[in-house]
């Protein structure tokens, strides 16, 4: 069993930066392959960003790419996603996942366990 608890949005300009983390209890961590999605208001949850349980070849949506970051820390049981360039359409409710199959990060349709999610808002 794992439980995943996201942390690290708010509010921030247009242009700026945030670093969400999640937060991941369980001794199993650093077998599960982890991923970050969103939901805005009205729209379906997407992809945004996953990484594999060594913490190597990350996945990024193309909306994304060049501005954020996914990374991982096994010995503390947290994976981030730092936000650089942060833009209004970037406004979500941000939720990380995880998997013990990448694939299914990826598509997040067979995620084994998700969190409650952590807002981000980005106001011009």
């Known amino acids: 069993q794992v439980q995943l608890v996201e942390s690290g949005g708010g509010l921030v300009q247009a242009g700026g930066s945030l670093r969400l983390s999640c937060a991941a209890s369980?001794?199993?961590?650093?077998?599960?392959?982890m991923g970050w999605f969103r939901q805005a208001p009205g729209k379906e949850r997407e992809f945004v960003a996953a990484?594999?349980?060594?913490?190597?070849?990350?996945d990024y949506a193309d909306s994304v790419k060049g501005r954020f970051t996914i990374s991982r820390d096994n010995t503390k049981n947290t994976v981030y996603l730092q936000m650089n360039s942060l833009k209004p359409e970037d406004t979500a409710l941000y939720y990380c996942a995880a998997a013990l199959s990448y694939g299914a990060v990826l598509t997040g349709k067979a995620a084994d366990y998700w969190g409650q999610g952590t807002q981000v808002t980005v106001s011009l």
């Open positions: 369980g001794r199993t961590f650093s077998n599960y392959a």
């Open positions: 990484i594999t349980w060594s913490g190597g070849r990350p």
